[in-house]
């Protein structure tokens, strides 16, 4: 069976806040201006993720609020600070965990843990070419790494997946 995986960065966040830790800090203007975007592009994908992984950082949860609408209503969503520090390792690890009845998943984080989940994961030759040397060299904040593989979650291994697409709600600079 052909799984899916959304590797999403959270959207562009504060800096402004000197009073709020990172943990804390809120998005930006530009931030929430990307959302609808970012929203439209995941109701449009074909497929639907049925677990989201988000780390407990605010400005991840009002990324994923703001893709709520474009979510199943009956996706299993996990808040959980986990996320937040985790590295390619971790996020793996969890993604094996996966039962088999979910198709579609989707983990929405930080960088440079998302880009370097895409890099573990992705078959450098097998998928969208120009894609991947984008995130070899940039993931900006609002990506949305797509990822697919053939098989069981339990069975994921580095360069098992091919990157399908990368949407960036903006050009890199």
Same mark, same amino acid.
């Given at each position: 069976?052909?799984?899916?995986?959304?590797?999403?960065?959270?959207?562009? /966040?504060?800096?402004?806040?000197?009073a709020?830790?990172?943990?804390?800090?809120?998005?930006?203007?530009?931030?929430?201006?990307?959302?609808?975007?970012?929203?439209?592009?995941?109701?449009?994908?074909?497929?639907?993720?049925?677990?989201?992984?988000?780390?407990?950082?605010?400005?991840?949860?009002?990324?994923l609020?703001?893709?709520?609408? =474009? &979510?199943?209503?009956?996706?299993?969503?996990?808040?959980?600070?986990?996320?937040?520090?985790?590295?390619? /390792?971790?996020?793996?690890?969890?993604?094996?965990?996966?039962?088999?009845?979910?198709?579609? =998943?989707?983990?929405?984080?930080?960088?440079?843990?998302?880009?370097?989940?895409? &890099?573990?994961?992705?078959?450098?030759?097998? !998928?969208?070419?120009?894609?991947? !040397?984008?995130?070899? @060299?940039?993931?900006?904040?609002?990506?949305?790494?797509?990822?697919?593989f053939? !098989?069981?979650?339990?069975?994921?291994?580095? !360069? @098992?997946?091919?990157?399908?697409?990368?949407?960036?709600?903006?050009?890199?600079?």
């Open positions: 069976m052909r799984r899916h995986l959304f590797l999403v960065r959270h959207a562009k /966040s504060a800096w402004n806040q000197p709020a830790g990172d943990h804390e800090r809120t998005l930006a203007d530009r931030g929430r201006k990307a959302l609808p975007l970012m929203n439209e592009y995941l109701a449009a994908s074909s497929c639907q993720p049925g677990y989201v992984w988000c780390s407990s950082a605010q400005r991840t949860i009002e990324t609020a703001g893709l709520r609408s =474009a &979510l199943p209503e009956q996706a299993d969503i996990d808040i959980d600070r986990t996320v937040y520090n985790a590295n390619e /390792s971790t996020v793996l690890a969890r993604l094996r965990e996966l039962t088999d009845d979910v198709a579609c =998943a989707m983990v929405v984080g930080h960088n440079p843990t998302m880009q370097h989940v895409a &890099l573990l994961l992705a078959d450098p030759l097998n !998928g969208d070419i120009d894609a991947y !040397g984008q995130v070899q @060299a940039k993931v900006p904040t609002g990506a949305i790494m797509t990822i697919s053939d !098989g069981s979650w339990s069975d994921l291994n580095p !360069g @098992a997946g091919r990157l399908d697409d990368l949407f960036m709600p903006r050009p890199p600079n």
